[in-house]
């Protein structure tokens, strides 16, 4: 059996995530003490009691997620036998990936994924930026419209999520006159995303420089990391920063990771981190693979049963 390990993005979070992990193992325990130590802060606070407010910052949101899904890793690591054949992530998620594949520390992610929430609440001023979901049209014809739609702004796909569920990112009028077009066109929803920036596009540009100056050396990956700028997997320790400053203003390429693996054999992904977003992804995505998840206690219990002990 081929298994795949995928982590999730921005989105996920919740209040109470990765508490009963950290209560119940030490090894996660050890996870959210390392990450407060790294940013010198209580980060596990904010993730297990809030306030939600706090919680949904990007610059807070970022690393919180990153340590419940190392979290979730390393306590999976802990008590199953199972290695991946390869890792992703979705955004943010390839850096909690890139920690399973042990390419970078989890100090240096978290400090990493902090400044780079930070750089991008900065980039843009409030208002000025939106997202939206588009829901039940072609990527294709979501691409082709916002290209119409720009008239010398920016709006563009930031996230290919699965067939029929594409983000946009931009400017807010712009990403508004797209979402009008789209509509039009056919599509099922437009939904106006509550983020903080318009993510994945253009206007994140002023973010590159600064998080080159801040990311540091990687190792190589034990295990192929698929990126979601190239959706193809990478073992390549040089090549790791080059994808990582790509993928700020890049389109998270989630359908195509998805069927990269899927060509390479992989029938079952465990998510680990909070939530199971990426389980509903997987499985608008491919019939054949199988997704299963880690978050809690609970569902270790029901991944290792359904893996047979492992």
Known sequence: ??????????????????????????????????????????????????P???LKQTANTQPAILTVSVAAHAVF??????????????S????????????????????AVRARGTFMQEAVPAGVGAMSAVLGLAPEKVAELCLQAAQGEVVSCANFNDPSQTVIAGHAKAVERAGELLKAAGAKRVLPLPVSAPFHCALMQPVVPRLEAVLGEFKSPIVPVVSNVEAAPNAEAAHIKQLLLRQVTGSVRWVESVQALETAGVTQVIELGPGRVLCGLVKRISKSIECLNVEDPASLEKT???????
């Open 92 to 111: 943010l998620g390839e850096y909690s990936a890139l920690v399973a594949a042990q390419a970078m520390t989890l100090p240096d992610a978290v400090r």
């Open 77 to 90: 690591a802990k008590h199953s036998k199972v290695t991946p054949t390869f890792v992703a992530g979705h």
């Open 52 to 54: 939600e407010e706090a």
């Open 304 to 310: 290792l049963a359904a893996l047979g002990g492992a």
């Open 1 to 50: 059996m081929t298994i795949a390990f995928i982590f999730p993005g921005q989105g996920s979070q919740s209040v109470g995530m990765g508490k009963a992990l950290c209560d119940a193992f030490p090894e996660a325990k050890a996870v959210f003490d390392a990450a407060d130590e790294a940013l010198h802060e209580k980060l596990s606070t904010l993730c297990f009691e809030g």
